[in-house]
Each structure stands twice: as C-alpha cells, then as structure tokens.
C-alpha cells in the first residue's frame, strides 16, 4: 500500500534533478557578443592609461628637423689647404639638427606641433607610428603662440586624434604625455592637471601670448609638440616646454582648443593675426603702491590700486595715438577688472583688431576712461 507514494516521490525527484541540469546548462551566445565578451576582458587586464593611449597612439609622430646654420668667418690665413684639411672648409655651412613630436589631427596628414620645432628647418621628417618614414613641409607656424602645422602624404592607415575639451580640465584630472623625450619614440608619461591658466610671461616669456596647462608628467626635450591627453583618450593640449629644478619637473602644455583655431588657419594658409596696444607693463598692487608712495626719494607718485602699470608706450602704437601715458594704471578693460599685465594682455587677445576696446585708467588722483583700437601685432622681421 505504501508503493505508489514512493514512485510519486521518485518521479518528482527525477523531474527536479533533470530541471537542475536544465538550469545548469550554458545558454548559446551570439558569436558577436561573445567577441564582445572577450574585448572586454581583455581591457580588464590593462589600466586606464593604457586604454587611452591606445587611441592616441597611432597618431603620435616623431619629427626630426634640419637646417643650415652658417659659420663664423675665419682668417684669411686659414685659406691654406693643410689648415682647411684640419679646421674643415670655413666657407661652407654647418648642419643642425633638431628633434620634436607631433600629433595627427585628421587622417589627410596634417600634424600639429610647436613651432619652436620647426623654427627655420630647411627639411623635416616625420616619422609614424608604426615606423613609416615621410618627407614633412611646414604649411604655417605662429611663434606667438607656438604652434605649426606640417602636412605630411596622404597614405592609408592614418589615424588621427581624437581631440578633447581643454576647458572642461579640472586641476586634478589625470594627465598623460605622449611623444619621443630624447629621441625616444612612443614614450608613455602620466601625472595630473596641476594648475590651468598659468601665464607664459610668469615662466620668463615676454614674446608669447598663452595661459598654458601645467601638469607633473613628465615633460622633457623631445616631447615638445606632442599631445597631452586625458583620461578618456583624447588630446587636451600640445606638450611646450619644461621647468627644470632640484625637484621634480614641471611641464606645460598649450591648451587644445586655442590649438585647434590656430591650427585651423595654418592649415589654410591664412595669418594668425593677434591684437596689440603697444604698451610695456608691469604689475601694481595697492601695497607696493604706498610702500613707493611713502619713499621721499620716489620719482613718481602711484595709483593705490592693483592694476596694470604702464612703464612706456611704443611710438606710433594704438595706445600712443589713444592718449596712453607712462605711468597710467590700467584698472579695467571693457568694464572688467584688470589686476595685472597677464589680465589685460588676455583681454586684448580676446579683442578684434580695429574695434574700439574702452580702457579705464588711473592717472595721479584721476580715473579717466580712453577709446583704444589694437592695431594687428607686428611680425618680427
């Protein structure tokens, strides 16, 4: 009587053993998705940074310049054949060679570097990634700015880029700095944005205009020109130049959305034209001010105000003809506060040439507003 229990409870068994396997059984997946699958590990196995360079690195070139420098001229008595054998021929010139980086910007073959790169080079050559070596001609280079734009063949598998958005940077986002330091090609270095907005004249050059990325990747001969990216794999500026110290080096890089505008004209053939005033400045805080105020030898009384101190004015310039005058303290620009030369030299960049650009200024107890039109900044000769 108890058997038929006993096969029900046998069955049920079974059936739940048999569901067990069921579940237990892998499903089929689409080949595609388990390519997918694989990719992903893959890229598991690989940090952040190698991921992002990944997508920058095809495009990275190495480029080597070189130009004719010519020689001081020797006495005449260095014309014997036995002293030219020795010394070489004094009437020849000596070849130098330079060495940079460089980034594609679109797969047609233009590459964008600094300036100081390509800076006279009689011939350039731009070396890929994948070890491809091509004759480069500088279309354009801006010194202001320090950047140039080289076009190199159009040849299949260029890869260009992708570029960011260097005003989206916050200090603290991870920083990488690709190029060929010491002639080292495809070298991989990482830090962080370490301050943005840092003025080009506070790092000793007066003959640039740029608010420059810094950052503690290392940065060193050889990597001027190549890109800095972010996290994401995209280029957020163009490697310039290095501060050396006891410590740790500090880089800079030109951020990639002015790069982007003045690549854009190069590449055309069309100038980079920069605004200018034509005045000599030097910074005034209210401090110094009194401390130079309170001196019975001082020459000249100051404005007790932080601003921009007019120290001359260029003959013939837009500020000459505006009624700038030595010792004017410029205080704004356009209604916006100026507290030292780097504002106001911003300020006049973002300008248009032969558009009026109201200035306040301070002169002795007097704040008096003036009418300037910048003028387009000389070339230098």
Not at 80 to 92: E, M, N
Not at 249 to 268: E, Y
Not at 362 to 369: C, F, H
Request: proline share 7%; glycine share 12%.
């Amino acid at each position: 009587m108890r058997i038929a229990p006993l096969q029900t409870c046998g069955r049920a068994l079974l059936m739940g053993l048999l569901l067990i396997q069921l579940v237990a059984l892998p499903l089929a997946r689409p080949a595609a998705a388990q390519a997918a699958d694989r990719a992903e590990e893959s890229s598991s196995r690989h940090s952040f940074v190698a991921v992002a360079v990944g997508q920058v690195g095809p495009a990275v070139v190495r480029i080597d310049t070189e130009r004719a420098v010519p020689q001081a001229n020797f006495e005449q008595g260095f014309g014997d054949p036995l002293l030219r054998d020795f010394f070489g021929d004094p009437s020849g010139g000596a070849r130098e060679r330079g060495q940079g980086s460089g980034v594609l910007i679109d797969a047609h073959g233009l590459v964008l570097t600094n300036a100081h790169v390509v800076d006279r080079a009689d011939s350039v050559e731009v070396t890929l990634a994948d070890g491809r070596q091509l004759d480069g001609s500088v279309l354009g280079a801006d010194p202001i700015t320090d950047l140039a734009v080289v076009r190199i063949p159009e040849l299949a598998g260029l890869q260009a880029a992708p570029l960011g958005d260097s005003e989206a940077l916050e200090v603290g986002d991870w920083a990488i700095a690709l190029g060929s330091p010491y002639g080292l090609e495809r070298t991989v270095t990482l830090g962080i944005v370490s301050s943005l907005h840092r003025n080009i004249n506070s790092l000793g050059f007066s003959d640039k205009r740029l608010d420059l990325i810094q950052t503690d990747a290392a940065i060193n001969p050889g990597n001027s020109g190549g890109p800095l990216i972010n996290a994401g794999g995209e280029v957020i500026g163009i490697n310039t130049l290095v501060r050396a110290g006891p410590g740790a080096g500090l880089g800079f890089a030109i951020p990639i959305n002015l790069a982007k505008g003045v690549a854009q004209l190069l590449s055309t053939g069309s100038p980079v034209v920069h605004p200018y005033l034509g005045l000599q400045l030097v910074p005034l805080t209210a401090r110094r001010a009194r401390a130079n105020n309170g001196d019975p030898n001082a020459l000249l009384k100051l404005p007790e105000r932080d601003g921009a101190l007019v120290q001359k004015v260029l003959q013939d310039s837009p500020a000459e003809v505006a009624g700038v005058r030595r010792g004017d303290l410029v205080v704004s620009v356009a209604d916006r506060p100026i507290s030292d030369p780097a504002a106001l030299l911003l300020a006049v960049e973002a300008s248009k040439v032969g558009v009026g650009l109201p200035l306040t200024v301070v002169r002795g107890e007097t704040e008096m507003k003036l009418m300037i039109r910048p003028a387009a900044l000389p070339q230098a000769g």
